[in-house]
């Protein structure tokens, strides 16, 4: 065997190995006994550990020197094993494995304190986890700082500066449009319940239509909706509120967008480093397309509105236009996951300020209720009412995503760039979402994105993709069309 | 630190990622999508890979050199490190790996085969496990036999010649039981169907009464219902018929048996090789005596007939004698797990004789088929109607668990010397189980079995808790006794 080929050999059992840590955390959300958290930590940080050994091992480092790719998809695939690899070096073993194992402790204890209203519970084990981020940001960052480097594991070639500065290019026009709405009168939403079995059948037949392929994949409940695995089994889940089928309906699509983003990856690349996503803020940008430039397109739900009934009869609201103002209710609310798409990318920038204070030492963790009110308050203009509608509302800082949060925009922006090309490329999409049918979207999307897993670095692909430079324009030009449209602002 | 705590500390990984690879296990029968069949064999190949380097490590064999025990407790850690570090010194890794992808896609094309009535399908597959199996054998063996070094991976301190001659002394008085109890006239079975709820809500309610922890496990239904995991992470499963509620209630029962062996283990062992069962035919005395001589004892039918009715109505027979008489029918039947008290071992003893000329090569894979046929014509008197009332009824084969079938004879002639002193120890065991209270029995278990997990060898704990040697005459005269009453023989 070559250098390369060895390589490979070795790198797919690590990326085996790293499946099943995957499939770990799954089983600890969806159906782990409660009184497993413990060990559960102790298994994760094992397999951690093991991970990061393979990770550092010098003969990668040996392999590296002398490999030589037989072709591009080759030399991808080492520039990503010697990115883990330096990484990971950075990293000490035993800082790598107490993350593990804390991090899946934690999520236990913010379930807890997020169901019991206290964050002074969540408080300890919070600072323990910032404390180790911060550990780990300074090992990796050498030099530089620290939340670039955390970034930098989620979001390849970027940095915090960059994301700062597309944050303030995008904030006056949101904060205007969201004025201008806000202003007009309030469309209604949905005013009846909706049964639980209902809402699950119609989220498996969306699934369905968006292209999940069930043989390699299924759908479970979960308090934070997510998406787990690559290659042959890629789950999903979803959350049902019996006011608000929305909710579980579009977090469905929203985790069908990434779960066949894994799927449709060539299958050449499973198990290995190109056999995933290229990287969050990608992955978000399908997620973001399925949910909302398809899946909350006047088009689209058209079909759905007739299709709700079929299924819940009457929905309390008059027409298929009714229904689509509905849908896209900009309405005040605390959850950033509920938010609309006008209001979304304000919770973002909240965060992603937030957290950087956090890592960078200028908030302490015993200061992050006060200054998440404070600043909720300062943009949205209203109070937090509750922790859990406040800095207990999402599960990332619990497991450890600090510099996650920005790819969520991130990704908002390249499906803003992906939408553009996708409708000029597809004259008559509008057509076939007011049927129902997504094939067209899909397959767009799977030919010049999915396909390709983590073949091109993320500006890349969505350049290569929609024929643009990556900017926030197409998204913002998108929104301002959309909402001015629905506000007649 | 010492090289006994060096040694326990590396231990204690080992051991968490042997639990991390069976709770794949535990994914791959209950939740797992169909597709991901073969890309879990990859993982459970790499995880397989991962411990047998681990437990091969020269480290292990170092530590053992140098490592002092503490005390009895510490003494045995060592012996069972030790056991297993010499066992897998003689697997070669690359077969150690092939052997975990093969079985773990094995058990797909049996349940494939299975509902298709197709021994030809799984036929391929299991001549490459029954292959992999003779290697293994051959390797553990050295100049010994191979079929007693499989069976010693799952019994310590017997053998193939200690079992047959076991099975020659049962097998004349079982099957004169059987023949007497066969010329009697058969007690009437229930005659309705049972819905699926009820069934589990009581399924749930006698995993409690048992002793279940729940905070610490999960009830999931199962082709084949099994019991997985260990310390704060026991799950089980069960399986549904609706005319024959018996099924699921002490399949249920039976998978308790072994969970709250493992739930009761002393927490001091934790993710340590003391830390499971002492053996599989201790683990299966546990299964048996709670489903058995407790559950389906006259004392308990009372209770549960009441039960039952509260739940079901009225449940087609007149009263509790003729309900007892129902659990316990000895009846004709292909199937193993719905055999009754007397003719179990029979199908144990049929399974260890195909398996041993399957591990010798006197038996081809074949030939399996037409050898379990004429050999169930032999034992039992008629003919095998389809495959999976024949060769493709167990899943056992198909994961490569040669030499574990003669652990259930073996458990139950353990839960007969138990039983035996449960009975002596608890005068008024009978009072307590026709009030539903398991509490005595449990108890008992926990303190004279369960709590100690792996510090003795399997007829040292079973010796010391029945303060008898352990033969089989303990179970014979039960089941003579029990059956000649309810037969009137």
Chains 1, 2 share one sequence.
């Not at 990668?60 to 990484?87: F, S």
């Not at 991090?103 to 919070?126: C, H, M, V, Y």
Request: glycine share 10%; hydrophobic share 40%; with cysteine.
């Amino acid at each position: 065997m070559s250098a390369f080929q060895e390589l490979m050999a070795y790198q797919r059992d690590t990326e085996a190995l790293a499946q099943v840590g995957g499939r770990l955390g799954w089983d600890q959300e969806t159906v782990m006994p409660r009184g497993a958290a413990q060990q559960r930590g102790t298994e994760m940080g094992v397999i951690e550990a093991v991970l990061h050994a393979r990770r550092c091992d010098p003969r990668v480092g040996e392999w590296l020197e002398r490999a030589e790719a037989p072709d591009a998809a080759g030399q991808a695939q080492l520039r990503e094993i010697a990115r883990e690899h330096e990484r990971s070096l950075k990293v000490p073993a035993d800082l790598a494995r107490r993350l593990a194992q804390v991090t899946s402790q934690a999520q236990g204890k913010w379930a807890e304190a997020r169901a019991n209203e206290d964050f002074s519970a969540f408080r300890p084990i919070l600072e323990e986890v910032v404390s180790l981020k911060r550990q780990e940001g300074a090992a990796l960052a050498q030099e530089g700082d620290p939340y670039d480097a955390l970034l930098d594991g989620y979001e390849p070639a970027t940095n915090a500066a960059q994301i700062a500065a597309m944050f303030d290019a995008m904030r006056p026009r949101l904060v205007a449009l969201r004025a201008a709405i806000l202003e007009r009168p309030m469309p209604q939403g949905l005013t009846r319940q909706f049964d639980e079995a209902g809402q699950m059948e119609l989220s498996r037949e969306l699934a369905g239509a968006f292209g999940y392929d069930w043989t390699r994949g299924r759908l479970d409940m979960a308090v934070h909706p997510f998406c787990s695995g690559s290659g042959d089994d890629v789950r999903i889940t979803t959350r049902i509120d019996s006011a608000d089928p929305f909710n579980c309906l579009y977090s469905t699509i929203h985790e069908v967008g990434h779960a066949t983003y894994e799927q449709a990856i060539n299958p050449d690349y499973a198990l290995t480093p190109l056999g995933r996503g290229a990287s969050m803020g990608v992955h978000e940008s399908q997620s973001r397309i399925y949910e909302n430039q398809l899946g909350r397109s006047r088009a689209f739900c058209g079909w759905l509105f007739d299709r709700m009934r079929t299924s819940f009869g009457d929905l309390s609201v008059a027409d298929a236009d009714a229904f689509y103002a509905a849908v896209n209710r900009v309405h005040n609310g605390y959850i950033r996951t509920e938010a609309d798409e006008v209001q979304y990318n304000l919770h973002i920038m909240l965060r992603f300020d937030l957290e950087r204070a956090l890592i960078s030492g200028d908030l302490a963790v015993g200061d992050l209720e006060a200054a998440w009110n404070d600043r909720f308050k300062q943009d949205f203009g209203y109070a937090v009412d509750c922790p859990s509608n406040g800095c207990l509302q999402d599960v990332h800082w619990s497991v450890g995503l600090f510099g996650y949060f920005p790819t969520y925009t991130l990704g908002n922006l390249y499906a803003g760039c992906l939408n553009e090309a996708l409708r000029r490329d597809l004259p008559d999409l509008d057509d076939q979402l007011g049927k129902g049918d997504l094939g067209g979207a899909t397959g767009w999307l799977r030919d010049k994105v999915q396909r390709h897993g983590g073949l091109y670095l993320p500006a890349e692909v969505i350049g290569r993709a929609s024929g643009m430079p990556v900017t926030e324009e197409p998204l913002l030009t998108y929104l301002e069309a959309k909402f001015g449209a629905l506000y007649r602002l």
